[in-house]
């Protein structure tokens, strides 16, 4: 069956953004001029399609990044007409950085992005973090100003806290015709046309002359629209210089060439809630950003020879490889596997493999996916998103590829949990199923964690933040009917060291008949924060038989998980066995692991270990009136500010604090400030504990 729609005609596009601004109903939006619903889903109605689990439209916030199929052809709004149809597949993603991991793994496989910002608010503390995470994957992307007809809303504040904290490369294309409760409309600075939305639901909209009091305001605006991008494009640069009309054809084409080159990030505007401006916005999606062509082609490695770089271009006539990038428990079907198709075709009903596992995984169902509806279809081709039913052993990050022409292709890589809770069923019934409910949601998310506590055997569940386990252990009792009780949450220690140590190790026994020996000399140096652990060898004559060695960083590995100060896992060691002695009869691999343990241990108790607490990047908005008590009361958790700045009316406090004086902290800023300060946090960085607070977590830990 050949391919419906050219793959140049192909937009893979995410949604992101801060939490609440606006991201999921301006995906209701484009859902409902692109005609796939027929009805606008509202988040604070709990109506949204995209949002479809029911712990999303209880609390009216996105946690599953949701992947829906649908058709666009530009300007069709003013023609009627079906003519140029693109193909726009779409993942809504979540903005609470709890579920980071949503928005990492989305940004991985998608080509372009729209980042939605508050009109109000401007660039918010997780609009910085989304805006990383594109920078890191270099997706192209687009800004759209939404909610300015809220009360308070600038879109020159907006354009401009762009400018500061994201990308002087920001270039706005519209403007708003009138703000606030007058927002009737927008201005196309490249066409120098206004736009009015009419009709029961913005269905009608009307192309006008611009205002003559706008007119001045959008000529400036154009001015220093083609200042731009003229600057990306020599041809257009000196027919710009030579005072040359540029064609509406050629600006485009060098805005989108600049756009899908990361040169530029053009800014649109509008009103979603209100239906102003997102049909716009659609073509823009279409205009400006890459199609799978248009971006560098992916690489991988060769599974035989992990040196070679190989290469698959977005073409049906590539071998064929696909990244499998999201898994999820789906009530009717079972456990479906979401992929981005990069390279080849392929038919269902036939076998792939996985090259991270070596295993082969038939796809006997192919999915395209509308949130949580579907469509079966029998073919897949480069360029698309779809998801597969019952793969056995595909986790995310996993390459599945054309078994004659294998690739791994660049895994997804997640942050660490920073905070564990203790999990036990209500009843000696429910330990099965809670046991087989957690698996399945750690399938599902790759930044939960579940563990055991090797000392009282209590299962220990870790995430990304309270919201993120809550979430979790709601899920639990509702898909798989688990009730569970749990403790109160537990920050994720870490231990580290400060200096180089050395330490030797003799473990000799006998006991009558065979004994054991294992004797090895071991040097520990702490290395850079983030790097985890580095193993050298420097074992010269054969003074250790080489298949020893292993065995020795085995027990190293053993030991850094149970740590030296209290019991936490010991990070970023690099250690070197240099020297040490073996018996020709009673050495063995287990002697040599218990050595290797035990010199560690030594080794670093010698090292200036300390423990290593979790600080988090907080960001705190609150009425002006408020502010020293805020300071105040952030200052008493060990906080520490690093800036204050105005924002409409409100006062935001940027501060860094340690994650375990945080618990709780949203219902005291509500007391402190009558219910009107809200506050965000985020991973920052590992910082060593101040020794008054390192004696209480021992101690702690011993009780």
Not at 32 to 54: I, L, N
Not at 186 to 205: C, H, S, T, Y
Not at 349 to 372: D, F, P
Not at 635 to 655: F, L, N, P
Request: aromatic share 8%; charged share 30%.
């Amino acid at each position: 069956m050949p391919r419906k729609y050219p793959i140049e005609k192909y937009r893979n596009i995410g949604i992101i953004a801060h939490i609440d601004a606006g991201k999921t109903t301006v995906s209701e939006r484009i859902l409902y001029y692109t005609g796939v619903s027929h009805k606008m889903g509202e988040t604070h109605t709990g109506e949204s399609q995209m949002d479809w689990m029911a712990q999303e439209r209880e609390r009216g916030i996105t946690i599953c990044s949701a992947a829906t199929t649908c058709f666009w052809s530009p300007e069709n709004y003013l023609t009627k007409e079906k003519t140029n149809e693109h193909r726009i597949n779409l993942i809504d993603t979540p903005g609470h950085i709890d579920f980071t991991a949503e928005v990492q793994r989305s940004l991985r496989v998608l080509d372009g992005a729209v980042v939605v910002f508050d009109g109000v608010s401007g660039v918010e503390a997780q609009s910085e973090t989304v805006w990383r995470q594109a920078d890191k994957y270099l997706v192209p992307r687009l800004c759209f100003i939404n909610k300015l007809d809220r009360v308070g809303a600038s879109f020159e504040h907006a354009v401009s806290s762009i400018y500061e904290k994201l990308t002087k490369n920001a270039v706005p294309i519209q403007l708003p015709l009138g703000e606030e409760a007058e927002m009737e409309g927008i201005i196309d600075l490249i066409q120098m046309k206004a736009f009015k939305f009419e009709g029961e639901n913005g269905n009608d909209v009307k192309e006008i002359e611009i205002p003559e009091d706008y007119r001045a305001r959008a000529e400036s605006a154009r001015l220093g629209m083609l200042d731009k991008i003229a600057a990306e494009d020599e041809v257009l640069m000196e027919k710009y210089l030579g005072g040359e009309e540029l064609a509406i054809s050629d600006i485009k084409k060098a805005l989108r060439k600049a756009v899908i080159a990361y040169k530029l990030v053009p800014v649109l505007c509008g009103t979603a809630l209100k239906n102003k401006g997102v049909q716009l916005l659609l073509d823009a999606v279409v205009y400006y950003l890459p199609s799978p062509i248009d971006v560098p082609a992916v690489e991988g490695i060769d599974p035989k020879d992990e040196t070679k770089v190989l290469v698959r271009h977005a073409s049906d006539d590539e071998p064929f490889a696909a990244l499998a990038f999201k898994i999820a428990a789906d009530p009717y079907v079972g456990t479906l596997t979401y992929l981005r198709v990069y390279s080849g075709k392929f038919e269902k009903g036939n076998y792939l493999i996985n090259t991270n596992t070596k295993e082969k995984e038939r796809l006997g169902r192919i999915i395209r996916m509308h949130a949580n509806q579907r469509e079966e279809v029998d073919e897949i081709f480069a360029g698309d998103i779809c998801a597969t039913v019952g793969l056995k052993n595909t986790t995310t990050g996993n390459t599945l590829c054309d078994e004659n022409n294998p690739i791994i292709l660049e895994q997804i890589s997640f942050p660490e949990p920073v905070i564990n809770i203790k999990i036990e069923p209500k009843t000696k019934n429910d330990q099965e199923k809670m046991g087989n409910a957690l698996r399945r949601l750690q399938e599902e998310d790759p930044t939960f964690r579940v563990s055991t506590d090797q000392e009282t055997g209590e299962t220990i569940i870790g995430g990304m933040g309270e919201l993120h386990l809550d979430i979790i252990v709601d899920r639990m009792k509702r898909e798989f009917g688990v009730e569970a009780n749990v403790g109160r949450p537990q920050v994720s220690y870490k231990e580290a060291i400060e200096s180089n140590a050395e330490a030797e190790y003799k473990y000799v026994k006998q006991s009558g008949g065979r004994g054991q020996y294992g004797h090895v000399k071991i040097r520990i140096e702490p290395i850079e924060r983030g790097k985890g652990f580095e193993f050298v060898d420097e074992i010269k004559g054969g003074v250790i038989p080489r298949e020893y060695i292993p065995a020795v960083e085995k027990g190293i590995k053993e030991a850094m998980g149970k740590g030296v100060v209290a019991g936490y896992n010991l990070i970023d060691v690099k250690a070197t066995l240099y020297d040490g002695s073996f018996h020709e009869v009673d050495s063995s691999e287990i002697a040599f692991k218990i050595a290797g343990a035990q010199a560690l241990i030594e080794a670093a108790k010698k090292a200036n270990p300390h423990i290593l607490e979790p600080i988090m990047k907080v960001e705190v908005v609150i009425p002006e009136k408020f502010l020293g008590d805020v300071i105040g009361d952030l200052s008493s958790r060990r906080g520490q500010i690093d800036q204050t700045e105005d924002r409409t009316g409100m006062k935001v406090i940027y501060a860094k604090v340690p994650l375990s004086e945080m618990f709780g902290y949203v219902t005291s800023l509500r007391s402190l400030t009558e219910g009107r300060g809200t506050s965000t946090m985020e991973f920052s960085s590992y910082e060593k504990v101040p020794n008054n607070v390192a004696q209480e977590i021992i101690e702690g830990k011993r009780k």
